[in-house]
């Protein structure tokens, strides 16, 4: 079986390859960050993989707000959570 494609995108600002097919929502947890940070403070991550939740909300290339876990990785990819 052939080795998977690799991907290179950042992940507020560092540098990080995941496998072609990989959510975003994945490589934020991959990178050991998280989604985003609630209005109190509290640091979030995806709860229920499917759009739903809206807690893997994350900037993706200077789109705000977008659901993470619907959007697989792409090349150059810019994502920044908060």
């Known amino acids: 079986m052939p080795d ?3 991907i290179n995108m950042t992940i507020n ?3 990080l390859t995941v496998a072609s097919g ?3 929502a994945a490589a934020i947890l991959m ?3 998280t989604t985003r940070t609630s209005i109190v ?3 979030r991550a995806p709860l229920c993989g499917m759009g ?3 807690e893997c ?3 993706v290339n200077g789109v705000a707000q977008r659901r993470t876990c619907q959007i697989l ?4 990819m810019d994502v920044r959570t908060s």
């Open 4 to 6: 998977q494609a690799k």
């Open 13 to 15: 600002g560092v540098p």
């Open 22 to 24: 990989t959510t975003v």
């Open 31 to 33: 990178a050991g960050m």
């Open 41 to 43: 403070g509290e640091p």
């Open 52 to 54: 739903i939740c809206f």
């Open 57 to 59: 909300r994350s900037t």
């Open 73 to 76: 990785c792409e090349p150059g």
